[in-house]
């Protein structure tokens, strides 16, 4: 990383036009990190214009082709999960993995039944791995705080922390994907895989295999009216359970989904999941309210529900000033493109105007709920945009948000956790 730190200074010292090289040499670092940095440059690459060409496109790869481990590590960590005999419980096993990622690659294989089966499985010591990196991001958060001094980061990064160390227990994924193929039932759209308990551990995840595309290959064929239909179904995945059950999906970088042929989009991963109290739901509901009124003490009550307990008038329009970015598209009852209100050059103004008042506060405090919902908009924006999509996004908020009710919210929460072993 600090080679292509320094060659990238260097092109533009000497105003250099080779930047694929020094690209390259940042991505195969990146992939052979793994781990939270990785996980970085996976959702940093989403977002698009946010990077030169080059590097966008290299750390793109990411997502679902990083560098995997050798057939060597593969058969080791098989026997460890599945035991010696771990070959005669598959039909067949694909030495070489079909696509790897930030903490797991996965290989296709095919059940004695004939299914075709997709193995996730971890890498090797990836537990002290996130550990040796989450201490590095708590280095980074303590020196950003104490120099940028605009927001305290402790909350932030227990967030990180809670749920990067969730992500490696596969057996917690696995009960999340039961519990998304129950919230999603509905949305015909959205296809989720199927466990194999028997071929699963808290290291290695087998699930049926979905066949899909990647949206890089699939936009230029889509029309724009298949990129609506495509927008509208990932608006739906993300927000059905959201507003429905409290649940949301925090990762929504491009190798966690693929596309079929007829349009509908298969979710793949199911690792960092977030479940919110129903009260914070309310208050996502309640603040559009308050935008859509300019109504500043129903804003101020809505971002109490978030978790912002001292909500000073001075703070209250800082954070007016960036739920209006988020809310945007929402707000205007008309078919648009994301580009229209939230482009990647407006975002970057807010977010430094933002950041310059949130500093002349000093310190504030940011509940934790408010990171992985900020992760999963800017996230699920950056695909829209992507898309270039033309979508009335007032009326799918309407449609989600109609029939709210905080009370019914709780009691399908409750029910779906506790049906799927998973904590209240």
Known sequence: MAKAGAKYVGSCVLNGKNQQSEATILRVALGGLKGPLMKVAQLIATIPDFLPPEYAAELATLQSSAPPMGWPFVRR?????????????????????????????????????????????????????????????????????????????????????????EELDYTREAKNMALYRDMLE?????????????????RLLTMTWLDGIKIDETITHKSQAERNALAITMFRLWYVPFYRYGVIHGDPHLGNYTFRPD???NLLDF????????????????LFA??????????????????FDAMSHELLEVLNLWARFIYAPVLTDGAQPLSQTNSTQRGRKIAAEVYQKLKAMKSVNIPPEFVLMDRASIGLGSVFLRLGAEVNWFRLFQEMTADFDINALAKRQNAALKKHGLPL
Not at 189 to 198: Q, S, T
Not at 271 to 286: N, S, W
């Open 77 to 165: 960590r098989m026997v460890g999960e599945l035991g010696t005999d771990w070959q005669s419980k598959l039909k067949t096993f694909e030495q070489t993995a079909t696509c790897a990622a930030s903490l797991g690659q996965v290989h296709k294989a095919t059940a004695h039944d004939g299914r075709a089966l997709a193995c996730k499985l971890q890498y090797p010591e990836m537990a002290s791995t996130v550990e040796a990196d989450l201490q590095q991001l708590k280095v980074i958060f303590s020196l950003f705080e104490r120099f940028g001094g605009a927001v305290s980061t402790e909350a932030a990064y227990e967030e990180v922390a809670i749920r990067l160390r």
């Open 186 to 202: 509905s949305v015909r759209e959205v296809h989720v895989p199927e466990l194999l308990a028997e071929l699963s551990t808290p």
């Open 263 to 265: 349009n509908s989009i």
């Open 271 to 286: 690792g960092c999941i977030r479940v919110f109290p129903p009260a914070l739901v309310q208050g996502v509901i309640m």
């Open 290 to 307: 308050a935008l859509r009124d300019n109504n500043l003490d129903q804003a101020a009550q809505a971002y109490r529900l978030w978790g």
